[in-house]
Protein backbone atom coordinates (compact mmCIF):
# COMPACT_ATOMS: atom_id res chain seq x y z
CA UNK A 1 0.00 0.00 0.00
CA UNK A 2 2.91 2.15 0.58
CA UNK A 3 3.79 2.48 -3.07
CA UNK A 4 0.10 3.42 -4.15
CA UNK A 5 0.17 5.75 -1.52
CA UNK A 6 2.76 7.91 -2.54
CA UNK A 7 2.15 7.66 -5.96
CA UNK A 8 -1.22 8.96 -5.31
CA UNK A 9 -0.56 12.14 -3.01
CA UNK A 10 2.36 12.99 -4.68
CA UNK A 11 4.74 12.73 -1.52
CA UNK A 12 7.84 14.03 -2.31
CA UNK A 13 10.42 10.91 -1.19
CA UNK A 14 13.55 13.38 -1.04
CA UNK A 15 12.35 14.62 2.07
CA UNK A 16 12.22 11.60 4.22
CA UNK A 17 15.22 10.64 6.34
CA UNK A 18 14.89 6.99 6.08
CA UNK A 19 14.97 4.65 3.30
CA UNK A 20 12.08 3.47 1.52
CA UNK A 21 13.23 -0.34 2.09
CA UNK A 22 13.32 0.68 6.36
CA UNK A 23 9.39 0.79 6.67
CA UNK A 24 8.14 -2.45 7.20
CA UNK A 25 4.55 -1.76 7.78
CA UNK A 26 2.17 1.02 6.45
CA UNK A 27 1.57 2.64 9.56
CA UNK A 28 5.82 2.87 10.07
CA UNK A 29 6.01 4.77 6.83
CA UNK A 30 2.71 6.74 8.46
CA UNK A 31 4.72 7.93 10.98
CA UNK A 32 8.40 8.45 9.03
CA UNK A 33 10.42 11.25 10.07
CA UNK A 34 11.75 13.81 7.47
CA UNK A 35 15.12 15.37 7.45
CA UNK A 36 16.13 18.51 9.26
CA UNK A 37 16.43 20.23 5.82
CA UNK A 38 12.75 19.77 5.09
CA UNK A 39 11.40 22.38 7.72
CA UNK A 40 12.78 25.10 8.18
CA UNK A 41 11.74 27.74 10.52
CA UNK A 42 9.88 31.26 8.41
CA UNK A 43 12.09 33.10 11.18
CA UNK A 44 14.65 32.84 13.04
CA UNK A 45 13.25 35.53 16.06
CA UNK A 46 11.55 33.41 19.15
CA UNK A 47 8.92 36.12 19.31
CA UNK A 48 7.55 34.84 16.25
CA UNK A 49 5.13 31.30 17.07
CA UNK A 50 5.32 28.36 14.26
CA UNK A 51 3.29 26.32 13.11
CA UNK A 52 3.53 22.84 14.59
CA UNK A 53 2.48 20.33 11.89
CA UNK A 54 1.67 20.25 7.92
CA UNK A 55 -1.81 21.25 8.15
CA UNK A 56 -4.54 23.39 7.08
CA UNK A 57 -4.77 25.93 9.48
CA UNK A 58 -7.51 28.50 10.94
CA UNK A 59 -6.88 30.92 13.75
CA UNK A 60 -8.67 33.19 16.02
CA UNK A 61 -7.97 36.32 18.16
CA UNK A 62 -10.89 34.81 20.64
CA UNK A 63 -13.02 31.40 21.48
CA UNK A 64 -16.10 33.51 21.03
CA UNK A 65 -14.94 34.35 17.36
CA UNK A 66 -13.94 30.56 16.67
CA UNK A 67 -17.27 29.23 17.85
CA UNK A 68 -19.20 32.15 16.03
CA UNK A 69 -16.84 31.20 12.73
CA UNK A 70 -15.69 27.71 12.93
CA UNK A 71 -16.44 25.34 15.84
CA UNK A 72 -20.32 24.60 15.49
CA UNK A 73 -20.57 22.64 18.69
CA UNK A 74 -23.37 22.93 20.79
CA UNK A 75 -21.45 22.22 24.11
CA UNK A 76 -17.66 23.10 23.26
CA UNK A 77 -15.75 25.03 26.05
CA UNK A 78 -12.19 25.10 26.91
CA UNK A 79 -12.89 23.62 29.86
CA UNK A 80 -14.62 20.81 28.10
CA UNK A 81 -11.73 20.99 25.33
CA UNK A 82 -8.83 20.49 28.42
CA UNK A 83 -10.45 17.90 30.06
CA UNK A 84 -10.54 20.37 33.15
CA UNK A 85 -14.60 19.78 34.56
CA UNK A 86 -13.97 16.35 34.35
CA UNK A 87 -10.77 16.49 36.40
CA UNK A 88 -12.27 18.95 38.83
CA UNK A 89 -15.06 16.25 39.34
CA UNK A 90 -12.54 13.87 40.16
CA UNK A 91 -10.77 15.55 42.38
CA UNK A 92 -13.77 16.79 44.60
CA UNK A 93 -14.88 12.67 44.67
CA UNK A 94 -11.51 11.67 46.34
CA UNK A 95 -11.73 14.30 48.88
CA UNK A 96 -14.81 15.34 49.71
CA UNK A 97 -14.06 18.35 52.20
CA UNK A 98 -13.33 20.59 48.96
CA UNK A 99 -15.52 22.15 47.22
CA UNK A 100 -16.01 23.00 43.27
CA UNK A 101 -15.20 26.88 44.06
CA UNK A 102 -11.85 25.28 45.58
CA UNK A 103 -10.92 24.72 41.99
CA UNK A 104 -12.27 28.23 40.44
CA UNK A 105 -8.93 30.20 40.39
CA UNK A 106 -6.88 27.15 39.87
CA UNK A 107 -8.63 25.80 36.68
CA UNK A 108 -6.27 25.28 33.78
CA UNK A 109 -8.94 26.53 31.43
CA UNK A 110 -9.89 29.76 33.03
CA UNK A 111 -6.46 31.24 31.96
CA UNK A 112 -7.64 30.49 28.13
CA UNK A 113 -11.56 31.68 28.46
CA UNK A 114 -10.42 34.73 26.57
CA UNK A 115 -7.37 34.03 24.82
CA UNK A 116 -6.69 33.33 21.59
CA UNK A 117 -6.95 29.81 19.14
CA UNK A 118 -5.33 28.17 16.38
CA UNK A 119 -6.60 25.24 14.79
CA UNK A 120 -4.27 22.61 12.21
CA UNK A 121 -5.74 19.52 10.78
CA UNK A 122 -4.00 17.00 9.16
CA UNK A 123 -4.72 15.02 6.39
CA UNK A 124 -3.58 11.42 6.18
CA UNK A 125 -0.99 11.87 3.47
CA UNK A 126 0.50 14.54 5.67
CA UNK A 127 4.05 13.97 7.31
CA UNK A 128 2.02 13.22 11.12
CA UNK A 129 4.56 14.52 13.52
CA UNK A 130 3.96 17.92 15.34
CA UNK A 131 6.07 20.18 16.72
CA UNK A 132 6.74 22.84 19.27
CA UNK A 133 5.22 26.38 18.13
CA UNK A 134 7.20 28.29 20.67
CA UNK A 135 9.95 28.06 23.08
CA UNK A 136 9.38 26.86 27.26
CA UNK A 137 9.51 24.30 29.14
CA UNK A 138 6.89 21.52 29.48
CA UNK A 139 4.67 21.74 32.29
CA UNK A 140 2.19 19.00 32.31
CA UNK A 141 0.81 16.75 29.82
CA UNK A 142 -2.41 14.23 30.39
CA UNK A 143 -4.38 11.58 28.26
CA UNK A 144 -8.23 11.84 27.61
CA UNK A 145 -10.07 9.22 26.57
CA UNK A 146 -12.76 9.51 23.69
CA UNK A 147 -13.87 8.66 20.17
CA UNK A 148 -12.44 8.87 17.06
CA UNK A 149 -14.76 11.27 15.09
CA UNK A 150 -14.03 12.43 11.93
CA UNK A 151 -12.04 15.93 12.16
CA UNK A 152 -12.92 17.13 8.59
CA UNK A 153 -14.54 20.79 8.52
CA UNK A 154 -18.17 19.45 7.81
CA UNK A 155 -17.61 17.08 11.10
CA UNK A 156 -16.06 20.80 13.16
CA UNK A 157 -19.04 22.62 11.70
CA UNK A 158 -22.05 19.95 13.13
CA UNK A 159 -23.60 19.93 15.80
CA UNK A 160 -21.10 17.15 16.98
CA UNK A 161 -18.19 18.13 19.01
CA UNK A 162 -15.08 16.54 17.99
CA UNK A 163 -12.79 18.49 19.46
CA UNK A 164 -14.26 17.42 23.46
CA UNK A 165 -15.64 14.05 22.96
CA UNK A 166 -12.69 12.42 20.41
CA UNK A 167 -9.35 10.90 22.02
CA UNK A 168 -6.86 13.78 22.93
CA UNK A 169 -3.43 14.61 24.95
CA UNK A 170 -3.42 17.94 26.46
CA UNK A 171 -0.08 19.35 27.06
CA UNK A 172 0.79 22.80 28.94
CA UNK A 173 3.85 24.71 28.73
CA UNK A 174 5.56 27.61 30.25
CA UNK A 175 6.64 29.81 26.96
CA UNK A 176 9.94 31.92 27.40
CA UNK A 177 8.26 34.45 25.34
CA UNK A 178 4.05 33.74 25.15
CA UNK A 179 3.14 33.41 28.35
CA UNK A 180 1.25 29.91 29.27
CA UNK A 181 0.24 27.81 25.83
CA UNK A 182 -1.79 24.24 25.71
CA UNK A 183 -1.06 22.27 22.98
CA UNK A 184 -3.68 19.73 22.88
CA UNK A 185 -3.69 16.83 20.15
CA UNK A 186 -6.58 15.12 18.89
CA UNK A 187 -7.02 11.80 17.30
CA UNK A 188 -9.68 11.54 14.78
CA UNK A 189 -11.26 8.58 12.48
CA UNK A 190 -9.06 6.03 12.18
CA UNK A 191 -6.22 7.35 14.21
CA UNK A 192 -4.72 4.23 16.24
CA UNK A 193 -2.69 6.37 18.75
CA UNK A 194 -1.12 9.77 20.28
CA UNK A 195 2.71 9.18 20.98
CA UNK A 196 4.42 11.53 22.44
CA UNK A 197 8.47 11.96 22.08
CA UNK A 198 8.73 14.59 25.24
CA UNK A 199 8.22 14.79 29.16
CA UNK A 200 7.44 17.06 31.84
CA UNK A 201 10.06 19.13 32.73
CA UNK A 202 11.99 19.54 29.39
CA UNK A 203 12.93 22.50 27.78
CA UNK A 204 12.04 22.41 24.71
CA UNK A 205 12.82 25.05 21.60
CA UNK A 206 10.36 26.24 18.39
CA UNK A 207 10.43 23.35 16.03
CA UNK A 208 11.42 20.27 18.76
CA UNK A 209 9.48 17.29 17.96
CA UNK A 210 6.18 17.00 20.34
CA UNK A 211 5.15 13.79 19.09
CA UNK A 212 3.53 11.96 16.24
CA UNK A 213 0.10 10.28 15.24
CA UNK A 214 -0.23 6.61 14.33
CA UNK A 215 -2.67 6.57 10.98
CA UNK A 216 -5.62 8.47 10.42
CA UNK A 217 -6.72 11.91 10.54
CA UNK A 218 -5.72 14.38 13.17
CA UNK A 219 -5.67 17.94 14.76
CA UNK A 220 -3.40 19.90 16.73
CA UNK A 221 -5.49 23.05 18.67
CA UNK A 222 -2.63 25.60 20.16
CA UNK A 223 -4.60 28.29 22.85
CA UNK A 224 -2.74 31.16 23.51
CA UNK A 225 -3.86 34.02 27.14
CA UNK A 226 -5.65 36.49 26.36
CA UNK A 227 -3.30 39.77 24.73
CA UNK A 228 -0.15 37.73 23.81
CA UNK A 229 -0.39 36.43 19.89
CA UNK A 230 -1.08 38.75 17.52
CA UNK A 231 -1.75 36.08 14.17
CA UNK A 232 -0.59 36.97 10.84
CA UNK A 233 -3.44 38.68 9.06
CA UNK A 234 -3.78 36.50 5.62
CA UNK A 235 -4.28 33.50 8.46
CA UNK A 236 -6.63 36.06 10.06
CA UNK A 237 -8.32 36.94 6.74
CA UNK A 238 -9.09 33.30 5.63
CA UNK A 239 -10.43 32.25 8.50
CA UNK A 240 -13.03 35.28 8.48
CA UNK A 241 -14.36 33.60 5.63
CA UNK A 242 -14.35 29.96 7.18
CA UNK A 243 -11.16 29.27 5.04
CA UNK A 244 -8.38 27.09 5.87
CA UNK A 245 -4.73 28.19 4.97
CA UNK A 246 -2.13 25.24 4.15
CA UNK A 247 0.75 25.62 6.24
CA UNK A 248 3.65 23.35 6.88
CA UNK A 249 6.13 22.74 10.23
CA UNK A 250 7.88 25.81 10.81
CA UNK A 251 5.51 28.54 8.93
CA UNK A 252 5.10 31.55 10.56
CA UNK A 253 1.46 32.02 12.14
CA UNK A 254 2.03 35.21 14.44
CA UNK A 255 4.33 37.34 16.62
CA UNK A 256 4.32 38.01 20.14
CA UNK A 257 1.84 41.71 20.60
CA UNK A 258 3.75 44.70 21.49
CA UNK A 259 3.23 46.10 25.02
Known sequence: MISAFVAFHNIDLDEILEPMESFKTFNQFFCRKLKPSARIADSA??????????ARTTVFKTVQAATQLWIKGSSFTIASLLGSDEEARLHLLSNFSLSRADFGPQNQAKRFEHGSLAIFRL??????RFHFPVDGVVRETRS??????????????????????????????????????AIVAIGAMLTGSIVLSTKPGTMVRRMDEHGFFKFGGSTIVVLFEAGVI??????????????????????????????
Not at 123 to 128: E, G, I, K, L, T
Not at 147 to 169: G, Q
Not at 230 to 259: H, K, M
Open 230 to 259: DFSSDLLENSSQALETLVRVGSAIGGRRQV
Open 45 to 54: DPLVALSPAD
Open 123 to 128: APQDYH
Open 144 to 181: IDGTLFAVNPIAVRSVIDVYTENLRTVTTMDSTHFGRV
